[in-house]
Nanobody
Framework: QVQLVESGGGLVQPGGSLELSCAAS????????MGWFRQAPGKQRELVAV???????NYAEFVKGRFTISRDNARNTVSLQMNTLKPEDTAVYYC?????????????WGQGTQVTVSS
C-alpha cells in the first residue's frame, strides 16, 4: 500500500520557522520526484517546491530564499525547511510523490498538515 505521511505542521509566529517531513512507504522512493504543495482556504492547490529523483530542485517564486526542500533516499523521507514564515504561508501543506514510467503517471498524495502563521 502506497502511503505518504506528513508531520511537523503547527502554529508559528511571523518570522518563525518550521520543518515539515514526509515519510513514504509502499514505493521505490528513489525513483520518484517528491514535492510539497499547499492549499489555502478558498484557493487552488499550488506547488511550493519539488526535488527530482536526481536531486535537482525547483521552488515557487514566493518561497525562494526562505524554504529548502531535501530528501533522504535511505530513510524514504522528504523534508521542507521553512524560514521567515509569513501569514500568507498559512495553508495545508501536502506531500506528493510522482513519476512517469512506460507512458503512465504514478502519483500519490499525503493527507496534509496544517501550517498557521499568526501572531
Amino acid at each position: 500500500q502506497v502511503q505518504l505521511v506528513e508531520s511537523g505542521g503547527g502554529l508559528v509566529q511571523p518570522g518563525g520557522s518550521l520543518e515539515l517531513s514526509c515519510a513514504a512507504s509502499g514505493i521505490i522512493f528513489s525513483t520518484y520526484d517528491m514535492g510539497w504543495f499547499r492549499q489555502a482556504p478558498g484557493k487552488q492547490r499550488e506547488l511550493v517546491a519539488v526535488i527530482m529523483r536526481g536531486g535537482n530542485t525547483n521552488y515557487a517564486e514566493f518561497v525562494k530564499g526562505r524554504f529548502t526542500i531535501s530528501r533522504d533516499n535511505a530513510r524514504n523521507t522528504v523534508s521542507l525547511q521553512m524560514n521567515t514564515l509569513k501569514p500568507e504561508d498559512t495553508a495545508v501543506y501536502y506531500c506528493n510523490a510522482r513519476k512517469v514510467a512506460s507512458g503512465s503517471v504514478y502519483e500519490t498524495w499525503g493527507q496534509g498538515t496544517q501550517v498557521t502563521v499568526s501572531s
